[in-house]
């Protein structure tokens, strides 16, 4: 249709086409706009867990390493295995990997989970202490089959009691907690018994103590047994007082417990 304005005729501009219609390939849509150029792949890369925070023994040969990886994104963790490395008389050295695009925040994986890793041992483990990523150590002496028994700063003999800070450091690992939970305060030991006061960040990943991410957490009251294999938790609470822990481990002196204030925050 032909438009008249002031004698004169002109045609209406033509009304834009979708790409499907106009015939052109769905690559060369909107290829001339400004910021459309599209995003870099996020590269995948082999790293090894944050944290193993348990081993166990299947049978004699099958040991599953219980790891730390990342999660919060579409597909965060693939090729999740544990190979083992050395394999001498007395020590099973065991490299445990998977690849992540987790390095990279674009991925969405900032966030962790609890995975497992199934590596066969070429011969039966009997007595011999687990080495894994050349770090953490797992020995199954002492321990409660089929679990393996978490070595502490001290190594793996003598258990790691006592109360001391780095004994109190120790127990933080035996404890069914995010790897990054610390020791917040030793309420009360007496060398048999143990109330641990412990500290999780909770929230997004943040860059470091100043970043007021990382103030959020959350606090919970732990007790504990001394045992050959190291500290045992028995109970975990926010309350004060015995009541919780004697629901469940009667033998708890109430000498310690007996003044302690409820948890705030």
Excluded: I
Excluded at 94 to 115: I, L
Excluded at 178 to 192: F, I, K, L, V, Y
């Amino acid at each position: 249709m032909l438009v008249r304005s002031g004698g004169t005729r002109r045609r209406p501009p033509a009304a834009a086409l979708p790409c499907a219609l106009a015939g052109l390939p769905l690559a060369a849509c909107g290829a001339g706009r400004a910021g459309s150029a599209p995003a870099a792949p996020v590269p995948w890369t082999t790293t090894a867990p944050s944290y193993v925070t348990g081993v166990r023994l299947s049978g004699d040969r099958t040991l599953l390493f219980q790891a730390r990886v990342p999660s919060g994104g579409a597909v965060c963790v693939r090729d999740l295995e544990a190979v083992l490395a050395d394999a001498t008389t007395d020590l099973a050295r065991v490299r445990v990997t998977y690849v992540s695009p987790a390095a990279d925040r674009a991925s969405g994986c900032t966030e962790e989970r609890s995975a497992t890793a199934k590596p066969e041992l070429p011969a039966p483990l009997r007595g011999r202490d687990v080495v894994v990523n050349n770090f953490t150590t797992f020995t199954p002496d002492g321990a409660t089959p089929p679990a393996l028994r978490l070595c502490g700063q001290l190594g793996c003999d003598p258990a790691p009691t006592g109360c001391t800070s780095a004994s109190y450091e120790q127990a933080v690992p035996a404890t069914d907690v995010p790897p990054h939970t610390t020791s917040r305060n030793a309420q009360r030991c007496d060398g048999e018994w143990l109330v641990l006061d412990l500290s999780t960040r909770m929230g997004p990943a943040c860059a470091g103590e100043t970043d007021p991410a990382c103030s959020a957490r959350q606090d919970a009251r732990w007790f504990y047994r001394a045992r050959k294999t190291g500290w045992r938790p028995v109970a975990r609470t926010r309350s004060g007082g015995c009541t919780d822990v004697h629901r469940v481990e009667p033998a708890f002196p109430k000498a310690l417990c007996a003044t302690l204030e409820p948890l705030s925050g």
